[in-house]
């Protein structure tokens, strides 16, 4: 018999790994098979097996939430320094310059802090602007490679390609800290003279990891915005699980985002702690805080375009 290639032994051990993932108050099983191009096919018993009680209580608080704010909505908005965070393309950057200059028209000052590849594109629209680190063109490219998920399985991407995006994760996760008090670097943007930024909002998309952190150190508050779904909901599967569209609600469908969840809190938590605990002065996230989750335990805010 031909021995297998360490490629192929990675890859048929990979699809025969299965994960357990608990929801709510009881644990669900769910396959997690990762094949030879990185997707993450999602496997889940009967539709019919997964409680609704669950969605229903999340549901409910969140009416109860807008019920006990519902008094604020016609107040007047002071004007604010508001900090805009954005890792990606120049299209996932595109709506949050139209989303600055709305914000700057209605008397805000704004600070968009991307890319440093970006930066004329910023500065042309009269937005102040700060560089995250980070090369979109990199991450991109990743992602055509693996086919728009999260995990390849090719040797040469475990030995490469992941490795390399999860130091660039890190640094772009740094540098969200200096992006909020620091003078850019290199004096571009319009800029108010004399007056430093006080950041008194954050505005993120979510893949930029140190937004929540930040404005737990700041005590300022979080406003995620992004173009794809990227919170629970029983209408369609998270983009990333690989599981199939079928325009029908299954409850399926919210667990993938769970599972997603999970396994990106997986591969961040060490470097999210680090950052908390070595640049912001804040306890690390420990095991029982349901670091996966934070943003939704804390109802933050999500809007999408």
Known sequence: MKKATPKQRIADKSRQS????????????AAVIFDRVGRIPVDFDDDSKYRSSGLKERAKKRDELIRKNKSRFGLDVPTLSICIMVVGT??????????????????HRVRLTTHAIY???????????????????????????????????????IQK???????????????????????????????????????????SNPVTYGHIHVAERLGVPLHIMFPQPWVPTTAFPHPL??????GKPKNVNYMTYKLVDLLMWQGTEAMVNTFRTDVLNLRKIRKGDGGRDILLDLAIPHAFM
């Open 119 to 157: 930066r004329d594109f910023v500065m042309n629209h009269g937005i102040e602007f700060y560089p995250l680190t980070g090369d979109p063109k990199v991450l991109s490219t990743y992602m055509v490679k693996t086919g728009g998920h999260l995990i390849h399985l090719n040797l040469e991407a």
């Open 90 to 107: 120049h299209g996932d950057v595109q709506p949050f310059v139209a989303i600055a200059k709305r914000l700057i028209q209605d008397g």
């Open 161 to 203: 390609d992941i490795p390399r995006n999860m130091q660039m994760i890190e640094e772009i996760l740094h540098s969200t800290w200096p992006a909020m008090p620091s003078a850019d670097p290199d004096g571009g943007g319009p800029g108010v003279p004399g007056k430093p930024f006080q950041r008194q909002a954050i505005i």
């Open 18 to 29: 299965i994960g357990k993932l608990s929801s709510f108050a009881n644990a669900v099983k």
């Open 241 to 246: 699980s690989n599981m199939p569209y079928t």
